[in-house]
């Protein structure tokens, strides 16, 4: 089974500044995808980026990005130039290739941006 | 494109009677739905998964027969929280994915319902 660890439970940041999020999972398998979602007030998850495990490259999503460090399995989050509408719940999660789509979440971590 | 709906978005009932939630794919054809319960300040839980025209799969600790999941169409399916008691308060989310729409892979979730029972 996966599991999938998030050791920041709570986090702030000033706005515009830069602010990285932790994330390391456990698995034994190779073909795999990471992804990091964000759950406002709303409460409506929202899908920010996502990692395909094949590829070396991170991903990067204007202000998101991750790095991605597949021998220490470990899948970070950088925020750049934080906004107030950063703030939120931030669930990194895991997806097997081979067992159906299910996603395994970790703990979360509640961010703040101050102004 | 790739919504999900729920109804209702947020529903209160006494104990002891039963509430179904509905999930809806709107512009896709959902071959899998998944359901998930959110306690407030933790992560997704995982209750079951469900795929078009089969019986659903649930997760260990999950009781089937109090949560009864359908997934009779490519675009419904429903959670019927039976006999409801307090400690089924809860926030639950579904999901959808299919093979076809944009990445295969990936989950489109609901915006979620928040049961209450009194």
């Known amino acids: 089974a996966q599991t999938v660890t998030q050791s920041q439970p709570e986090m702030s940041v000033q706005e515009a500044e830069t602010v990285t999020l932790s994330c390391t999972y456990d698995t034994s398998e190779n073909n795999y995808y990471l992804f990091w979602y964000k759950q406002p007030p709303s409460r409506q998850m929202i899908l920010v980026i996502r990692?395909?495990?094949?590829?070396?490259q991170n991903a990067t999503e204007n202000r998101f990005s991750v790095n991605f460090q597949k021998a220490a399995k470990s899948f970070s989050l950088k925020i750049s130039d934080s906004q107030l509408g950063d703030t939120a719940m931030y669930f990194c999660?895991?997806?097997?290739?081979?067992?159906?789509?299910?996603?395994?979440f970790g703990g979360g971590t509640r961010l703040m941006v101050k102004p | 494109g790739a919504v999900v709906s729920q109804h209702p978005s947020w529903v209160i009932c006494k104990s002891g009677t039963s509430v179904k939630i509905e999930c809806r794919s709107l512009?896709?054809?959902?071959?899998?739905m998944f359901w998930y319960r959110q306690f407030p300040k933790q992560s997704l839980m995982l209750m079951a998964t469900?795929?078009?025209?089969?019986?659903?799969?649930?997760e260990q600790g999950v009781e089937k027969d109090k949560f009864l999941i359908n997934h009779a169409s490519l675009t419904l399916s429903t959670l019927t929280v039976t006999s409801a008691h307090p400690e089924d308060s809860s926030f639950y989310i579904c999901s959808a994915s299919s093979r076809g729409q944009g990445t295969s892979y990936e989950q489109y979730f609901g915006p979620g319902t928040r049961l209450t029972v009194t």
């Open positions: 469900s795929n078009e025209g089969s019986k659903a799969t649930y």
């Open positions: 512009d896709f054809q959902a071959t899998t």
């Open positions: 999660a895991f997806m097997n290739n081979n067992a159906g789509n299910m996603l395994t």
């Open positions: 990692q395909e495990a094949y590829k070396q």
